[in-house]
């Protein structure tokens, strides 16, 4: 898979866009906190991969606090 290490302009635009109408704490703890609660819900059972889902959320919840603490 090839790895871009740079955004595009557009793309830049339409991250800063998104966080101003979703800053990046409040959108973490949301997703955070709605995790949990499915957790929490259906403790076992799960038809996917939780172990993947887990790794994604953790890598998207360290983005966040990335953009927050440059936005802050």
């Known amino acids: 898979m090839s790895h871009n290490k740079t955004l595009s302009k557009k793309l830049q635009g339409e991250v800063a866009n998104f966080f101003e109408y979703a800053p ?3 959108l973490g703890r949301n997703l955070r906190s709605m995790l949990m ?7 076992d059972g799960h038809s996917f991969d939780m172990n993947d889902l887990l790794a994604d959320l953790s890598a ?7 953009a927050q603490d440059e936005l802050a």
Do not use: I, S
């Open 24 to 26: 990046p704490a409040r």
């Open 37 to 43: 609660a499915y957790l929490l819900a259906c403790e």
């Open 60 to 66: 998207l919840f360290e983005l966040l606090d990335t």
